[in-house]
């Protein structure tokens, strides 16, 4: 197993969590600022630790990154220490075709660019991260005592949904005006919306974000490279906001899946 510390530009965070998700999957840790920097902490502290801490530098480049001052900086103490070291610690990665800043020249880059060939470029990145901790397969008796708390929990579920459900609305009820009635304009169109949008609706300067707005929006960054929207989440610091309203979301479609 390696652990990974993804230098990127917020531009670029739709890219940057697929992968830290993939790279998870496959046994890796990853460092990334969103979940490792808390409200308080040294932004350059934080990101120094990080970058002495961890087997690899992987530097997402696009158009955005190799602009960006905090990019170069992080590219700059990953690079010296690949200098100090001997060995390789710097991981060029491009989703934009960018010429690579000076240092990385020479060096073999994963190329992301065309997301039809993500998987192929995954695997390859995998393969340069090395073997990750293998999964020892389940027991006869494992495998049971699974089934049995899947069952459990199921009962349990089942039990409190009607509890849910008053919960959700009081929860509601103590939202403001503006997200109370864009949750329920949503809602009427999207029932299915509901159960996430009335416990983790919120707002943003003022706007009320849903499960459904943040779907569109994440959707146009991904298919445009950004949305001026992500700044704003980056601003006001919503982006955990976000993902316990994302995570919510893939819960309940996992959950809707299994009934």
Same mark, same amino acid.
């Given at each position: 197993?390696?652990?990974? *510390?993804?230098?990127?530009?917020?531009?670029?965070? +739709?890219?940057?969590?697929?992968?830290?998700?993939?790279?998870?999957?496959?046994?890796?840790?990853?460092?990334?600022?969103?979940?490792?920097?808390?409200?308080?902490?040294?932004?350059?502290?934080?990101?120094?630790?990080?970058?002495?801490?961890?087997?690899?530098?992987?530097?997402?480049?696009?158009?955005?990154?190799?602009?960006?001052?905090?990019?170069? $900086?992080?590219?700059?103490?990953?690079?010296?220490?690949?200098?100090?070291?001997?060995?390789?610690?710097?991981? +060029?990665?491009?989703?934009?075709?960018?010429?690579?800043?000076? *240092?990385?020249?020479?060096?073999?880059?994963?190329?992301?660019?065309? +997301?039809?060939?993500?998987?192929?470029?995954?695997?390859?990145?995998?393969?340069?991260?090395?073997?990750?901790?293998?999964?020892? +397969?389940?027991?006869?008796?494992?495998?049971?005592?699974?089934?049995?708390?899947?069952?459990?929990?199921?009962?349990?579920?089942?039990?409190?949904?009607?509890?849910?459900?008053?919960?959700?609305?009081?929860?509601?009820?103590?939202?403001?005006?503006?997200?109370?009635?864009?949750?329920?304009?949503?809602? $009427?169109?999207?029932?299915?919306?509901?159960?996430?949008?009335?416990?983790?609706? *919120?707002?943003?300067?003022?706007?009320?974000?849903?499960?459904?707005?943040?779907?569109?929006?994440?959707?146009?960054?991904?298919?445009?490279?950004?949305?001026? *929207?992500?700044?704003?989440? !980056?601003?006001?610091?919503?982006?955990?906001?976000?993902?316990?309203?994302?995570?919510?979301?893939?819960?309940?479609?996992?959950?809707?899946? !299994?009934?």
């Amino acid at each position: 197993m390696s652990s990974i *510390f993804l230098s990127h530009t917020s531009i670029d965070k +739709p890219f940057v969590r697929k992968l830290a998700n993939d790279l998870r999957a496959n046994g890796h840790t990853v460092w990334i600022d969103e979940a490792e920097i808390n409200i308080g902490d040294s932004l350059i502290g934080k990101i120094r630790d990080g970058l002495d801490s961890v087997d690899y530098v992987a530097v997402v480049l696009s158009k955005a990154s190799v602009e960006s001052a905090w990019v170069q $900086k992080e590219l700059e103490i990953a690079s010296n220490r690949e200098i100090k070291d001997k060995k390789k610690v710097v991981l +060029p990665i491009k989703i934009e075709d960018v010429p690579l800043p000076g *240092f990385l020249e020479g060096k073999l880059y994963a190329d992301f660019s065309k +997301p039809s060939e993500y998987d192929e470029k995954l695997k390859l990145l995998l393969r340069a991260l090395g073997d990750s901790k293998t999964v020892a +397969p389940k027991t006869d008796e494992e495998l049971q005592r699974i089934k049995e708390e899947l069952e459990l929990a199921k009962a349990a579920i089942k039990k409190h949904k009607s509890e849910f459900k008053k919960v959700t609305e009081y929860t509601l009820s103590t939202k403001s005006e503006a997200i109370q009635k864009r949750v329920a304009e949503e809602n $009427k169109s999207h029932p299915e919306y509901a159960p996430i949008n009335n416990v983790y609706a *919120f707002e943003v300067d003022d706007i009320p974000i849903t499960i459904g707005y943040l779907l569109h929006v994440l959707r146009k960054a991904s298919m445009k490279g950004g949305h001026q *929207f992500e700044w704003i989440l !980056t601003l006001y610091n919503k982006w955990d906001e976000a993902d316990r309203m994302i995570e919510a979301y893939a819960e309940m479609i996992n959950a809707k899946e !299994t009934e």
